[in-house]
């Protein structure tokens, strides 16, 4: 029952839009009047075919894409392709520069080590515990290809602008803020994406690929670690997760449909993150940990004056319907997940308690 959820904070596997999960609950057992669950139809029928093809199109529309750019689904989460790009993308003297603003663009960068493929950490926030986003970085012009993390989950901060790389084509991971807000398009080669986070269930990894670059990939690979197996099949060279790449569908049908497009759903975001810092700034008691000018719309990490007291609140969060406040547990601290799922309300709901127990406390 819906008066039974809790609001949901919790970093990933995160809230999906409430009106999402009652279309699937509505049509869990009889798919599309198909007689057949989600979970059971063929990846082969019509009826899948229709719903990976709205996933691609409603992609398409919503980020602006044009023929130029390919929209595949793949298995092995955001890490798997921490190890497919240089795989698929650098060859012999061929080097790629990575910025590494935390744990997971650090886990990019040892994949690439691990291949001994060519690249060069060209900036680095780790100087000051990755909070903050770094400033002219010295791109180099010759590269392959710049790897970043749009939004870093752990710690909190996030590209509010992306770089001038000089034409060399940006990798993202935006496995955290995928489709959060307009994009400018022509700086990308491409675009992957855990689902688990911003997108939907986990077990899905959405790709976004510019042709182009796919082009120079490398072809002496293991059929399942070419990008070009799967744009050549329309993600299905083998079976698919067909129930994420549903869920995926019925999220993009929500963004488009019900909150109008990417411009708003960046205004939204924009001011449930704005009600949480403002009020963090305006208090002597909490204190948001990424710099002013790094900080995330998506992931809102911040400290209480004692680790006691974190405890403490998480505690009597949770005892209130306030779910998922526990900071990483490399980090420790508090982190609220503030997602496109998540509400105006919940936000207030969570200002509110942040309020009193303030006021308790002192």
Same mark, same amino acid.
């Given at each position: ?50 719903? +990976? ?201 929500? +963004? ?107």
């Amino acid at each position: 029952m819906t008066d039974q959820r809790i609001i949901n904070f919790n970093a990933g596997p995160a809230a999906l839009p409430l009106p999402v999960l009652e279309e699937i609950q509505a049509s869990f057992l009889n798919f599309s009047n198909s007689g057949m669950s989600i979970t059971e139809i063929s990846h082969r029928s019509s009826y899948f075919d229709d719903v +990976i093809n709205d996933a691609v199109d409603r992609a398409k529309r919503l980020l602006g894409l044009d023929d130029q750019h390919h929209v595949l689904f793949l298995q092995g989460g955001a890490s798997l392709q921490f190890a497919m790009i240089p795989m698929n993308f650098l060859s012999g003297d061929q080097s790629a520069d990575y910025v590494n603003t935390g744990t997971w663009s650090t886990k990019a960068i040892k994949e690439a080590k691990i291949q001994n493929k060519k690249h060069v950490v060209v900036a680095s926030s780790e100087d000051k515990d990755f909070s903050y986003i770094p400033e002219n970085i010295p791109f180099s012009k010759d590269a392959k290809y710049v790897h970043i993390t749009s939004n870093n989950t752990i710690k909190g901060t996030q590209f509010a602008e992306f770089p001038d790389t000089g034409g060399v084509p940006i990798i993202a991971d935006m496995s955290s803020d995928i489709f959060s807000r307009p994009l400018p398009l022509e700086k990308f080669g491409m675009i992957y994406a855990g689902a688990q986070k911003n997108l939907g269930p986990s077990g899905t990894c959405l790709v976004i690929l510019r042709k182009d670059l796919l082009e120079t990939g490398n072809a002496d690979l293991p059929s399942m670690l070419k990008y070009s197996t799967y744009a050549e099949k329309n993600s299905m060279y083998n079976t698919p997760p067909c129930f994420g790449i549903y869920t995926i569908d019925l999220v993009l049908k929500w +963004i488009e449909e019900e909150m109008g497009g990417l411009e708003k759903m960046e205004a939204y975001n924009k001011e449930k993150a704005g009600l949480l810092y403002d009020f963090m700034e305006a208090s002597n008691f909490y204190r948001a940990t990424a710099a002013l000018g790094s900080r995330s719309l998506m992931n809102v990490t911040f400290r209480l004056p004692s680790e006691e007291l974190e405890q403490k609140f998480i505690k009597e969060a949770t005892a209130k319907g306030l779910g998922g406040l526990k900071g990483h547990r490399s980090v420790g601290g508090c982190r609220a997940s503030i997602y496109n799922a998540s509400t105006i309300e919940g936000v207030k709901a969570l200002v509110e308690f942040m309020e009193a127990f303030q006021k308790e406390a002192k």
